[in-house]
């Protein structure tokens, strides 16, 4: 049994760097580059997305940290969560919301690059009691995102037949992978999972969500619908394979920390999915008028 207790945490380390390495790696291996740069090239779009995903969500994750009563870790969870937008099942949500696929992909690959210059410069000057330094919070999110993000990219260029081959096989190995993660975490975490529904922790997020997901919609006028829908999809979800790095990179995190992030993957799902349904209803009906 104690040996167990040993090794779990171990293999949900390694889950975890699964997930990380598979999401960007079928990203890199379907994101088509030149309608990803074009879509870049939209000023207004990159200003929003930078704007809403890089200050207004974490600005609104420290606040409200601040004013509800949480503990520190879960505190910390809540600001390495309004650090890191885009899930990387975007694409999915954007064509149930029947948005534009070229600012999908403009999105998840801005908001990855961002991440990786971001974290390591915002993580130790807004959590308390966080000690690692830049390098320690960017060397494992260059290699764990930028690293396979570029490899499939690069696979792409090379063949897009031989991206087309590996792209399913990817994301199915990461889809197994999640439900493993998620069992792991229940069975390392079960009780604290419980225990976080008296802490505020639940009603943090759902907080957090809905003014995120409202006020980058409300914040998008001017763009167009499709468009809107990218930016808001993008920001209602979240990198949790990001958001974790920080917490794998030092030694000792109290455990609170990472169950604060994991409750992101209900939430973001229930999230995004509403927003789609929204996005989807107002598409159909534009289409009749």
């Known amino acids: 049994m104690g040996l167990l207790v040993e090794i779990l945490p171990i293999l949900l380390k390694l889950s975890i760097v699964i997930f990380m390495v598979g999401s960007l790696l079928d990203m890199g291996l379907r994101l088509n580059l030149q309608d990803a740069l074009g879509a870049l090239r939209n000023v207004r779009f990159v200003v929003l997305s930078v704007l809403c995903g890089f200050v207004l969500c974490p600005a609104l994750a420290y606040l409200l940290t601040k004013v509800i009563p949480l503990h520190q870790s879960y505190a910390t969870g809540m600001i390495l969560l309004g650090m890191t937008p885009c899930a990387p099942f975007l694409p999915m949500m954007v064509d149930k919301a029947h948005g534009d696929m070229a600012y999908a992909a403009a999105f998840m690959l801005l ?5 990786v210059v971001y974290m390591p410069l915002a993580v130790p000057v807004m959590i308390e009691g966080l000690t690692a330094d830049a390098w320690t919070i960017a060397r494992p999110l260059l290699l764990f995102l930028i690293v396979p993000l570029a490899i499939g990219l690069a696979i792409q260029r090379i063949s897009a037949n031989v991206a087309a081959r590996l792209q399913p096989i990817v994301k199915k190995t990461t889809g197994i992978d999640i439900i493993v993660m998620l069992v792991l975490c ?14 505020y922790a639940f009603g943090t997020q759902i907080l ?3 003014v995120a997901t409202t006020a ?6 001017g763009l167009p619908q499709a468009q809107k829908s990218v930016l808001t999809l993008g920001i209602s979800t979240r990198n949790l394979g990001a958001a974790l790095v920080p917490l794998f990179a030092i030694p000792d995190v109290d455990q609170r920390a990472i169950i604060m992030v994991a409750i992101g993957i209900p939430m973001q799902t229930i999230a995004s999915l509403l927003a789609a349904h929204w996005f989807t209803r107002r598409a159909e009906t534009r289409q009749w008028v």
């Not at 980058?216 to 006028?221: E, H, K, N, Q, V």
């Open 111 to 115: 908001a990855s690059l961002v991440t």
């Open 186 to 199: 229940a069975a390392i975490f079960g009780k604290d999972f419980i225990n976080a529904a008296g802490s």
């Open 208 to 210: 957090f969500f809905l």
């Open 216 to 221: 980058t919609y409300a914040l998008s006028f």
